[in-house]
């Protein structure tokens, strides 16, 4: 027969701190997450655990195996009687089954779940040396490895040194496996662009073959010259080394870190003429639609300014390309 003492709980009057405002917060058991820190009583004890009210409508429980003390727990009732007051940590919820399980254990401070690609985190702690790197206590699910080849040039760590920081390069649950590095990945990985994401970046410098801009990923990615349309372009038309650009991710191929970039706004109906006004149209088209009005400037017009002359040129150039295109399309 297990051992119980039962006693009537009292009203629940435990609540929690809202971690953001500091200021009591109503709980539910829909509302427990995982890991969350909570304050409870102990409301009875048998062989197997004690249960435990931590303000919601059903109490938690903690498992022999989850309650702490200096030693070994042979017997709840030697470390846990009704009415302590506990520290206690949630470990999963079954709403359905209205059934809160509980722990003692502090339990680490990145679950697998938490541990995103690039990642940062600061206050690692070396526990381990091998040939090829060094494992760290980072508070997680287990002990991550840096390699040497991830560390600046020259670093050696000592067991009990502290790396900071270091970058998730790998989570997998399944192989058991976390890896670091202390050299500062790119703003955006590869792991996170995906096509037709639109990004911002500049223009680092122009080819034959596109234009090359800098998005924040670890290599630069391509706006092809073919991305503005069939037939001969010249991309310094269009873009000029430094400008700030918007586009849109036509390809990604992570393992080979390639990018391909088309630039947004561009779109099929920029090489037709359109009879809307400049306003309902798209800046290429009304470039396209400058330039024809500046062919049919009648005689005896005052002279362009200088300015007015580069903007007629480029005009021309487009207007060029545009029609070659709209040519091309026709055939």
Do not use: C
Not at 149 to 154: D, F, I, V
Not at 160 to 186: C, S
């Amino acid at each position: 027969m297990s051992e119980e003492v039962i006693i009537a709980p009292e009203s629940p009057s435990v609540t929690a701190e809202d971690t953001r405002s500091g200021q009591p917060m109503s709980l539910s058991i829909e509302s427990l997450k995982p890991r969350q820190a909570l304050p409870g009583k102990v409301t009875r004890v048998d062989l197997g655990g004690a249960f435990i009210d931590i303000g919601i409508e059903v109490e938690g429980f903690i498992h022999i195996s989850q309650i702490q003390a200096t030693g070994p727990v042979t017997r709840v009732a030697d470390v846990l009687k009704v009415g302590d007051e506990v520290q206690v940590y949630v470990v999963s919820v079954n709403a359905a089954a209205k059934r809160v399980d509980l722990t003692m254990i502090r339990p680490p401070s990145y679950g697998w779940s938490d541990l995103d690609i690039g990642l940062k985190i600061t206050d690692a702690r070396v526990v381990a040396l091998e040939s090829f790197g060094a494992f760290i206590d980072f508070d997680g699910p287990k002990h991550g490895l840096v390699p040497f080849n991830l560390m600046p040039k020259g670093k050696r760590p000592k067991v009990d040194d502290i790396l900071e920081p270091v970058w998730v390069i790998e989570a997998n649950e399944d192989k058991r496996r976390i890896g670091f590095t202390m050299i500062e990945p790119p703003a955006l990985l590869w792991e996170k662009i995906k096509r037709g994401d639109v990004l911002q970046g500049t223009i680092t410098r122009i080819e034959r073959k596109g234009a090359f801009v800098d998005v924040g990923a670890e290599r630069e990615g391509l706006i092809r010259s073919t991305s503005f349309g069939a037939g001969f372009v010249n991309v310094s038309d269009f873009v000029t080394v430094g400008e700030q650009v918007s586009v849109r991710v036509a390809k990604v191929d992570a393992a080979k870190k390639q990018l391909d970039l088309a630039m947004e706004g561009i779109d099929p109906q920029d090489f037709e003429l359109s009879s809307a006004s400049e306003e309902a149209i798209s800046p290429m088209a009304a470039a396209f639609q400058r330039a024809q009005r500046t062919r049919r400037e009648p005689p005896g017009a005052p002279p362009p300014t200088r300015t007015e002359r580069k903007q007629n040129e480029r005009d021309e150039i487009l207007a060029r390309t545009l029609q070659q295109l709209q040519s091309n399309r026709e055939k």
